[in-house]
């Protein structure tokens, strides 16, 4: 994360449409409009908030009604710096997920396609940084921090792995990993 917030502090500094000018002396886009009016600034405005992938990117661009032509120049220019990075992207979105939210696979692949990531770059990273044996791990870790909580209430034995199950449902695991870590707690 560290590596992350120095890329968005140098993409604040080179927010100034005038710290980077093309041949006719005018900020990326070629924008008259100010610098709000400018397409790099506001790209680099996004990024400075948080890191996003390309075709997230693309649209937010032109939903502020930037001509194809200059958000095409500045996705290029960013690519260039290497301020937009879609396998970086789904690096930090799943290693984000894994850490902080204790998420499954299914939670991740949806969380990365609503940030428009490829269906390819989705498997790979998956299978890189989430395989079978790290997601059980995890499952079985968020188990025993469920367990004691639910014990700590009172809550019978019957009644917690049901809950535990459902809980580990709802953040994405599958019916198999669920039912693995469970019994592995139980015996």
């Given at each position: ?7 968005c502090?140098?993409?604040?500094k ?9 041949s006719k002396?005018q ?7 100010g610098?709000?009016?400018?397409c ?7 990024l400075?908030?948080?890191?996003r ?6 649209k ?5 009604r930037f001509?194809?032509?200059e958000?095409?120049k ?17 690096k930090?979105?799943?290693d984000?997920?894994i850490l902080r939210k204790?998420?499954g696979k299914?939670a991740?692949?949806n969380?990365?396609?609503?940030f ?14 989430l395989p ?6 995890l499952?079985?870790e968020?188990?025993?921090k ?18 535990i199950g ?13 039912r693995?870590a469970l ?5």
């Open positions: 994360m560290q590596k992350v917030f120095l890329k502090n140098t993409i604040n080179m927010r100034d449409e005038n710290s980077v000018k093309n002396g900020g990326i886009a070629g924008s008259s409009g610098k709000r009016g400018n790099w600034y506001v790209a680099t405005m996004l400075g908030v948080r890191p992938s390309v075709a997230e990117m693309r937010r661009l032109l939903a502020k001509s194809v032509e958000v095409e500045t996705i290029s220019k960013c690519l260039e710096f290497k301020y937009l990075d879609d396998k970086q992207f789904a930090i979105v799943c984000s997920m204790n998420s299914k991740i692949v969380k990365m396609r609503n428009q990531l490829a269906g390819d770059l989705i498997t790979q990273t998956i299978n890189e940084y079978p044996e790290k997601e059980l791990e499952a079985k968020t188990v025993g469920k367990r004691e909580q639910l014990k700590k209430r009172g809550v019978s034995e019957k009644l917690w792995y049901r809950r459902q809980y580990l449902m709802g953040r994405g695991f599958s019916g198999d990993v669920v693995e019994e592995d707690i139980e015996g």
